[in-house]
Antibody
Framework: EVQLLESGGGLVQPGGSLRLSCAASGFTFSSYAMSWVRQAPGKGLEWVSAISGSGGSTYYADSVKGRFTISRDNSKNTLYLQMNSLRAEDTAVYYC????????????????WGQGTLVTVSS | DIQMTQSPSSLSASVGDRVTITCRASQSISSYLNWYQQKPGKAPKLLIYAASSLQSGVPSRFSGSGSGTDFTLTISSLQPEDFATYYCQQSYTTRRTFGQGTKVEIK
């Protein structure tokens, strides 16, 4: 059974940093691209970032580019999102999602999702 | 980025009704369109990928169609467990943008 468990969320001041983790199990982690998607309170879904199965290719939304860094440790079956220079508008539930393919490309889609971790940016 | 626009933003329907949700892309995305269902406090769930392919385990009352810029998600006979918010998402580009969502409520 595919399981994705996010952790690392919490309350952080504007300008601060936080690192989210997503522990994966039930599938061959290194064989699939992974993504982060967020949802601000009461709002819709926003794609944030993605990474290929090898970790060699990464992708970012304009809203987080230069501030967030996605990475993965295939030996630990874990996906990460390092978030720096956090802003109030980054407040959201952050979901990690497994992609259907090794490479993050047009034919892929997010077939499994974690339950999310809440990040609150406030002073 | 490609903009995805869903209509309506919300709808009220009764159990047994046929429901159709529309998603329009700001440019052609071929058939690279996915549909997700989200219930309150829960993670999104994949329903349809590649515009019309039903994800394993999803009831056959859900179907998707379309290509280019115009797509539809149809629920043939609405069930109590289908009351939720539905999102379309394009995967034509690596920046996989979502529609704003359509909330399906009980009439």
């Amino acid at each position: 059974e595919v399981q994705l468990l996010e952790s690392g969320g919490g309350l952080v001041q504007p300008g601060g940093s936080l690192r989210l983790s997503c522990a994966a199990s039930g599938f061959t982690f290194s064989s699939y691209a992974m993504s982060w998607v967020r949802q601000a309170p009461g709002k819709g879904l926003e794609w944030v970032s993605a990474i290929s199965g090898s970790g060699g290719s990464t992708y970012y939304a304009d809203s987080v580019k230069g501030r967030f860094t996605i990475s993965r440790d295939n030996s630990k079956n874990t996906l990460y999102l390092q978030m720096n220079s956090l802003r109030a508008e980054d407040t959201a539930v952050y979901y990690c999602a497994k992609d259907s393919r090794l490479y993050y490309d047009s034919s892929g889609y997010s077939d499994y999702w974690g339950q999310g971790t809440l990040v609150t940016v406030s002073s | 980025d490609i903009q995805m626009t869903q209509s309506p933003s919300s709808l009220s329907a009764s159990v047994g009704d046929r429901v159709t949700i529309t998603c329009r892309a700001s440019q052609s995305i071929s058939s690279y369109l996915n549909w997700y269902q989200q219930k309150p406090g829960k993670a999104p769930k994949l329903l349809i990928y590649a515009a019309s392919s039903l994800q394993s385990g999803v009831p056959s009352r859900f179907s998707g169609s379309g290509s280019g810029t115009d797509f539809t998600l149809t629920i043939s006979s609405l069930q109590p467990e289908d009351f939720a918010t539905y999102y379309c998402q394009q995967s034509y580009t690596t920046r996989r943008t979502f529609g704003q969502g359509t909330k399906v409520e009980i009439k």
